[in-house]
């Protein structure tokens, strides 16, 4: 039996993949000669190796191999070499899953994950998912899923660990940027949700601003985006803000049709360059920008293709970004059917910005940057068994406990890690107020119950800096 070498190389409809987990734009591929210095000789000469070694693997070794598993492990270890964290094979579940994802009709905690520096990494929870509730944020580092270790597993073998059945629980050990210890995460899974766009209006100074929030990019995004701009024109807004915060990306088509709204033909909202340098430029077909005024809202979980958008959207189109800086995500990939229903994901392109600039771990910067409150980023409090934070202890856990707090709109005095008289009497308060019995003292009880109350805080919006500076800027002039 022969591998079949060939496969990937026959013309056949495939997808273009920007980003952390997927940002695809249908098109057709068909193999070509490349130049170089290996000629077809040598690599049919390197590949009668491989057949070489399969056959004396699969004939001859004393473990009894699987041909399907040998043939796969052939393709990860060929992966494996390029040092790509977005280069990988997807079997039939994982392609499946991939295919079901585009359709956001999933089942899982709702987080778009990546390899970075070998750590598999949260890129950004989806809004209203299990993720987003157990209070997962973008660049945690999961090492471990059940107690088991993620190290050596790729992208995809973690992400196969971490999805699920819904209705089932998931524990992840985390490693978060600023936290000392790592947090183990209790996830139930669920149904992700399939809405991918959120409509709202604002009132600013007598003026009426639409919000458009778009939560990942799937198929049926453009449709539900034009839909809702649609309507909120009818309506009558005087600006619009954009909102992909916490947006992982999703299909490329998908972006190009809500961009065709918004950026004029002018200058390309997107460039393509291959291996040997390259570029293919896109362009809209839209004469003149909106009457209104339109600002972006971004920050650290906005990944491909919503950096894709970003890029566009200010560099040619000129509209305001507001919040921090992105992901980071530049290359593009693309999804090759093999046999069995299994895919070959592989990275074949960068994208850039339409000024021509590589936003590859580096990101898309703001016009206007806005930190949100502190309390944004507290982290969950895990206590060990019978153990409690009470007067006169000082750590890093106690400094948490006060940035919570002090968000919630207790006054703790201090931030420092040291549980004071006034902390104490902030904890007696809060316990209080939320039924518990008011010792000062914080268990885990009333620990979980402060991460519940912030998680509910942080979703209301009544503290947005974000949204609240994006207003102001929109009708500054």
Do not use: C
């Amino acid at each position: 039996m022969q591998i079949k070498k060939a496969t990937f190389v026959i013309a056949i409809i495939l997808a273009l993949v920007v980003g952390a987990g997927g940002s695809y734009a249908y098109t057709s591929y068909a193999g070509k000669e490349e130049s170089g210095s290996r000629s077809a000789s040598d690599d049919a000469g390197s590949l009668s190796e491989v057949e070489n070694a399969y056959e004396l693997i699969k004939d001859n070794a004393l473990a009894k191999p699987d041909a399907q598993q040998l043939q796969e492990g052939a393709i990860q270890g060929m992966l494996e070499t390029l040092d790509d964290p977005y280069s990988s094979f997807l079997d039939e579940e994982s392609s499946t899953q991939l295919n079901q994802q585009l359709e956001s009709s999933f089942e899982g905690i709702g987080a778009e994950v990546s390899m970075v520096d070998k750590q598999v990494t949260i890129v950004a929870p989806i809004k209203d998912s299990p993720a987003e509730e157990a209070g997962l944020r973008p660049n945690d580092q999961v090492l471990e899923v059940d107690g088991d270790s993620l190290q050596g597993l790729d992208l995809q073998e973690a992400v196969n660990k971490i999805r699920g059945e819904k209705g089932t629980t998931v524990t992840l050990s985390v490693k978060r940027p600023g936290v000392s210890e790592e947090l183990n995460i209790d996830v139930t899974r669920d149904e992700i949700p399939v809405e991918t766009v959120y409509a709202d209006t604002k009132e600013v100074d007598g003026k009426t601003a639409g919000v458009l929030e778009i939560t990942s990019f799937s198929e049926s995004t453009a449709k539900e985006f034009k839909t809702a701009l649609d309507k909120l024109e009818k309506d009558g807004i005087d600006g619009l803000i954009i909102d992909v915060r916490g947006n992982p990306g999703g299909i490329l088509t998908t972006v190009e049709d809500i961009l065709k709204n918004f950026v004029p033909r002018d200058k390309p909202y997107l460039q393509i360059e291959d291996k040997n340098g390259e570029k293919q430029e896109f362009f809209t077909k839209l004469d003149e920008k909106k009457e209104y005024p339109v600002n972006v809202l971004i920050d650290e979980g906005s990944a491909s293709a919503s950096e894709i958008l970003a890029g566009a959207m200010n560099q040619a189109g000129g509209y305001e970004l507001i919040g921090k800086t992105t992901f980071g995500k530049g290359t593009v990939q693309q999804t090759v059917p093999l046999q069995n229903d299994s895919m070959l994901k592989l990275t074949l392109y960068k994208w850039l910005t339409p000024n021509g600039d590589w936003i590859h771990e580096k990101g898309i910067k703001p016009t206007v940057e806005v930190d949100q409150p502190e309390y944004f980023y507290s982290s969950p409090i895990q206590l060990d068994e019978k153990e409690t934070l009470k007067f006169n202890d000082n750590n890093d856990k106690i400094k948490n406990l006060q940035i919570m707090l002090e968000g919630l709109g207790y006054e703790p005095s201090r931030k420092d890690g040291y549980l004071n008289e006034k902390t104490e009497t902030a904890v007696k308060q809060f316990q209080q107020d939320n039924d518990l019995k008011a010792t000062g003292e914080v268990d885990q009880e009333t620990a979980d119950l402060l991460q519940t109350k912030i998680i509910e805080q942080v979703r209301n919006g009544k503290h947005d800096n974000q949204m609240d500076k994006a207003l102001q800027e929109l009708f500054r002039s």
